[in-house]
């Protein structure tokens, strides 16, 4: 579960590092890409860590299909909350198979 936590708060941080100055286009963009790469840091902070405790119970591509789902479900409520951007049936449709992806991620055939 700490695995999870992490990558939850490191895709916060990575979602603003890198959309969040979609809000603020007028800004220069050395700014931009400076402050991306500060917040980034952070992101880095939690996710080593979450990949190396992970690792002691997910194989490589678990983890990564982990990480995907949280990246995407926190970019939805992002794109939502912070960009109010609308959300499209086919997104949810999009999320739907990419939850059958981790369904045969985790599958023991």
Do not use: D
């Not at 479900?73 to 049936?89: C, D, G, I, P, Q």
């Amino acid at each position: 579960m700490l695995t999870v936590i992490l990558l939850i708060i490191s895709n916060i941080f990575m979602t603003f590092a890198w959309y969040g100055h979609l809000k603020y286009k007028q800004t220069a963009l050395p700014l931009v890409i400076l402050t991306s790469w500060l917040i980034a840091f952070f992101e880095y902070c939690f996710q080593v860590p979450a990949n190396r405790i992970g690792s002691n119970y997910f194989s490589a591509a678990q983890l990564k299909m982990i990480q995907e789902v949280i990246s995407l479900t926190v970019f939805a409520f992002f794109s939502l909350l912070y960009l109010k951007e609308a959300f499209r049936w086919n997104y949810a449709v999009s999320f739907m198979l990419l939850l059958g992806a981790v369904f045969f991620a985790f599958k023991k055939f």
